[in-house]
């Protein structure tokens, strides 16, 4: 096995290879499905910089993932985007799935912090992960912007951009039913869309997905498969275009996730990590574990012509309202299934509210100067309740059982102004410059108390704090077309994410209650070019990315407790590149990689890491030179896809996707012996048979073929918080086969 990874990720970093040998490499879209020209040059339209542009023309490090490839996995959150994406990672826990790109990201564990890459829907931000649930079906695409995006997106986009771009009204009448059965998950995935004219000025598109589905770890104690998902999503988008100089897109979505059970398994504290796919967690205190999430997210989008100009207005609302129920795997590790007390659980309700305005407005292009400016503003409000239980057979001598809750209020209110200019010296030869002025408020509140027990087991506290604070976020880039399908740039800029509160640490107090904002900057500089008439789509990008006041969450297994501020400062340097061969009409193979060296340059005060000597004391301690942890050294995939015609009537579409990493430490305190994620390589494969209209299909979706057993995030539950101290890893999915239908009207 071990072997075979070695083997395939050499593959994956070989196309890496290619790319800094060859004077075509870069970004090349992640997906053969994307929008093709007539000219057969396999031309990708994205928005990145808040204009229709060819990929490989945008002069940032990008990848693309079509929607339809998400739909051909079954993919529904945006940890499936990780596949195809190099140097991004999204780490599991039971809280929050959070975004790392180039080894940047803010922390699962202060529900409070706003993300580092932030995700925008439809134009929409987005940065919490429960806004998010309904956006991932039913796509036209999804861009991820790697480096510091503050200039043109702007808000909390200090380590990238995530930017999901849904399946909008067509112009002809047609629709979409899709059934998938998985055999592991022991479950169905209903999926399907309307679209069409309602009139001649008015479009539509209805849109859903139902998911009830078993889970992969058996729960001995409850006798059920965790965690079972079931989740409806419905979208309805309406675009009204009364002229030629005037358009608006309204759209509407609902969520609704239920998550019965978790995710941990427990694995010695002694020996690499040994995860299983057998748990045992009874009900606590708090009720049954797992996640209820509702949420709604609504945004309309008009376009006004004025002259040769483009006006357009973006408004948001976004609403949700969740709770999570925490337990932990009480299997004892090498026991022979001997467990233990369910002795810490948790429970998080939240409830967040969010309205957004951006107006801007866009120069025609082919002019020596073309620019684009505007405004945005956003006010939103959020509730986090904690419900902290303990049932610890032996604490001090004697049994606890206990609660502390505590609440967090916050109110948050942003304003920005940016605008991006090009400057066209000649035809080939270009300078941009961007830059966003950026001011953000935040109140915030903070207060515990002791609900039951004999005694606090963490300290009663309260805090209150405000923020007001402004950023500048400026960027420049040159661009020379050496070809016109070869184009080199060069770029800096710089990115900021606002400062906050620790919602969520028992204990905190006003000294220790805010944080300071994080700030970036990147020195960038690649090559894209697109060969023999489109088919060689190869590029290459090196970047040096540096992050000071690093907002930082970190588990302390002494005190079972998180260690929330920031760190001083941490530089990631690679090189990330890409190769696309369209060999022929009906065969092509994709490949991205990319290399990550990123470690901390100065991090005072930090908590003592697991390899460090037991003398260490946070108060002296500094990581400089560490590297930082959930970040490997080397991450790729490669996509092969291949069509076979069987006569007039039939065609067979095989598709292949390999993606793997390199080793990473998934534990905060990087535990050499169970906080270690071993390189894998995880395997996907399509087997499509349909007619050559596409109007049915029948396919076998394998995931994850070779069933390796990975975890996003692992920690050390210590004694006298247990009886039995063990690691807790965050299993993330095994082998799973399905069989899907469908058919297209």
């Not at 770890?217 to 409806?232: M, S, W, Y």
């Not at 505007?374 to 001090?396: M, P, T, V």
Request: charged content about 20%.
């Amino acid at each position: 096995m071990k072997a075979r990874n070695q083997f395939l990720l050499s593959g994956v970093a070989t196309i890496a290879m290619l790319a800094t040998a060859a004077p075509a490499m870069a970004q090349a879209a992640a997906d053969d499905s994307a929008t093709v020209d007539d000219s057969n040059t396999n031309e990708i339209i994205v928005t990145a910089q808040k204009r229709e542009q060819n990929l490989q023309d945008v002069p940032i490090s990008m990848e693309v993932v079509s929607g339809e490839r998400l739909d051909d996995f079954n993919s529904n959150d945006i940890k499936s985007v990780m596949n195809y994406t190099p140097n991004v990672f999204v780490q599991s826990t039971a809280g929050n799935d959070v975004i790392y790109i180039r080894g940047f990201g803010s922390p699962p564990a202060n529900f409070a912090f706003d993300q580092s890459v932030s995700l925008y829907v439809d134009g929409v931000y987005a940065g919490r992960s429960r806004q998010a649930q309904a956006p991932f079906f039913d796509l036209a695409r999804v861009e991820v912007l790697r480096g510091p995006q503050g200039a043109l997106f702007g808000k909390n986009t200090a380590a990238g951009a995530v930017s999901v771009v849904s399946a909008g009204p067509t112009k002809d009448f047609e629709g979409k039913i899709t059934a998938n059965y998985n055999f592991d998950f022991k479950g169905t995935d209903f999926s399907g869309y309307l679209a069409g004219p309602i009139t001649d000025t008015l479009g539509a598109r209805l849109a859903m997905k139902v998911v009830n589905q078993d889970g992969y770890i058996r729960n001995l104690a409850t006798d059920h498969d965790d965690p079972e998902v079931k989740q409806q999503l419905l979208r309805l988008t309406l675009r009204w275009e009364p002229s030629s100089n005037f358009d608006y897109t309204a759209k509407v979505e609902y969520a609704n996730r239920d998550v019965i059970g978790g995710i941990t398994v427990s694995s010695p504290l002694t020996s690499g990590q040994d995860p299983q796919r057998t748990r045992f967690l009874e009900k606590s205190a708090l009720g049954n574990e797992g996640m209820k999430t509702k949420s709604i997210m609504v945004s309309g989008t008009g376009n006004l012509s004025i002259g040769d100009y483009t006006l357009t207005s973006v408004t948001g609302y976004s609403w949700f309202n969740a709770n999570i129920v925490n337990g932990f795997d009480q299997t004892i590790p090498n026991s022979g299934g001997a467990h233990t007390n369910n002795s810490v659980y948790n429970s998080f309700p939240e409830r967040f509210e969010q309205v957004s305005q951006e107006l801007r407005i866009l120069s025609p292009t082919g002019r020596t100067f073309e620019f684009v400016a505007g405004a945005y503003y956003d006010h939103s409000k959020y509730r986090l309740d904690q419900l902290q239980g303990f049932n610890i057979l032996n604490l001090f001598g004697n049994p606890y059982f206990g609660r502390i809750d505590s609440r967090f209020n916050q109110t948050a209110e942003s304003w920005s102004v940016f605008g991006q200019g090009t400057l066209n010296l000649s035809d080939a030869f270009r300078v941009i410059g961007s830059l966003r002025y950026s001011h953000t408020s935040k109140d915030g509140d903070f207060a515990s108390r002791l609900v039951y027990g004999p005694f606090a087991i963490r300290p009663i506290s309260s805090a209150v704090g405000s923020i007001s604070e402004g950023n500048v976020d400026p960027s420049a880039t040159i661009q020379y077309d050496i070809t016109p399908r070869i184009m080199a740039y060069a770029t800096y800029g710089r990115g900021s994410k606002s400062g906050g509160f620790v919602s969520n640490t028992l204990g905190t107090t006003n000294p220790t209650f805010t944080f300071k904002p994080e700030r970036s900057r990147n020195y960038e500089a690649g090559i894209k070019s697109t060969l023999f008439d489109g088919k060689v789509v190869a590029n290459v990008s090196v970047y040096d990315t540096q992050f000071k006041n690093l907002q930082v969450s970190v588990y302390q297994p002494a005190t079972s407790s998180y260690l929330t501020g920031n760190a001083a400062s941490a530089t990631s340097k690679g090189v990330e590149g890409s190769l696309a061969l369209y060999l022929s009409p009906n065969f092509d193979i994709t490949g991205s990689a990319a290399y990550s060296d990123i470690k901390y340059d100065d991090y005072p005060g930090a908590a003592c890491l697991a390899s460090q000597p037991v003398t260490c004391l946070p108060a002296t301690n500094n990581l400089a030179g560490y590297r930082v942890a959930y970040s490997s050294k080397y991450t790729g995939n490669i996509s092969a896809h291949g069509r076979f015609d069987f006569g007039d009537d039939l065609k067979l579409d095989i598709t292949g996707v390999a993606a793997g990493r390199s080793k990473y430490f998934n534990s905060d305190n990087q535990s050499p012996i169970f906080g270690v994620q071993k390189g894998y390589v995880k395997l996907d494969l399509r087997v499509q048979l349909a007619d050559q209209d596409d109007r049915w299909f029948v396919a076998f979706v394998g995931k994850n073929l070779t069933n390796e057993l990975t975890t996003g995030s692992a920690f050390n539950l210590p004694a006298p918080i247990t009886a039995a101290p063990r690691a807790i890893l965050y299993l993330e999915a095994p082998r799973n086969l399905s069989i899907e239908a469908g058919f297209k009207f």
